[in-house]
């Protein structure tokens, strides 16, 4: 079965405390995207990734951190500086390139500080 | 400011009836808009992909894409209580040199009544 894995589902954590989430993805993409959704609100990029070991700031990357070592994996680190982390947080992956082109998600993470 | 706008709702319709999901985004170069069911707790699902004017059709959904007037919309035919979640409109936009990216709406929440 191709798709997104992201773990844990749910995630508590006290504040001042670094976490890292998980995403892992079998559809062979080499592009790989972290969101943030808060209620009520829409899907902000947090960092995406065309390719292993390159990596980009999204709108909102301060506070966070990733790595890309490995096509399947892009982990995100939520750090102590990210001012409100509670939040639910989404992977995506698609087909890389110029163009534009369909995104998949993962079931999401939703991340506790409290 | 690039962004996209979708009237955040509820939108009810009762069940057989036509519902209809508005969309509009500021970059004039923008060349793909896609259309994301997101169930209440869960992560957004793709469900229509346009890139060219005019409709597109896929079962029960339509998607019409107006460049012109930088609008896109989603009509849902004969709506099921199933169909009771929020649609997020997404758009590329693209710059030349940079990884495509996606922006979201809001979301529009749908009801769909018995």
């Known amino acids: 079965d191709g798709g997104i894995t992201q773990s844990p589902k749910y995630l508590f954590r006290k504040e001042g405390q670094n976490v890292t989430l998980s995403c892992e993805q079998n559809l062979n993409h080499d592009a790989m995207y972290w969101y943030r959704q808060d209620p009520g609100q829409g899907l902000r990029l947090i960092y995406y990734?065309?390719?292993?070991?390159?990596?980009q700031k999204g709108d909102i990357a301060e506070g966070y951190s990733v790595s890309r070592e490995k096509k399947e994996s892009f982990p995100l680190t939520v750090t102590s500086a990210q001012k409100n982390p509670t939040a639910f947080y989404l992977c995506a992956s698609s087909i890389a390139g110029q163009g534009a082109y369909e995104q998949y998600f993962g079931p999401g993470t939703r991340l506790t500080v409290t | 400011q690039k962004e996209v706008e979708q009237n955040s709702g509820p939108l009810s319709v009762p069940e057989g009836a036509i519902a209809s999901l508005n969309c509009t985004y500021s970059?004039?170069?923008?060349?793909?808009f896609f259309w994301y069911r997101q169930y209440s707790g869960k992560s957004p699902e793709l469900i229509m992909s346009?890139?060219?004017?005019g409709d597109k059709e896929d079962g029960r959904f339509t998607a019409q894409l107006n460049k012109a007037s930088q609008y896109v919309s989603l009509l849902i035919r004969d709506s099921q209580p199933s169909d009771s979640a929020t649609y997020l409109c997404?758009?590329?936009?693209?710059?030349?040199?940079?990884?495509?990216?996606?922006?979201f709406g809001t979301g529009t929440r749908l009801q769909v009544t018995l």
């Open positions: 997404a758009v590329n936009m693209f710059t030349p040199g940079t990884a495509s990216k996606l922006t």
């Open positions: 970059d004039r170069v923008s060349q793909s």
């Open positions: 990734s065309q390719i292993v070991n390159d990596f």
């Open positions: 346009i890139y060219s004017n």
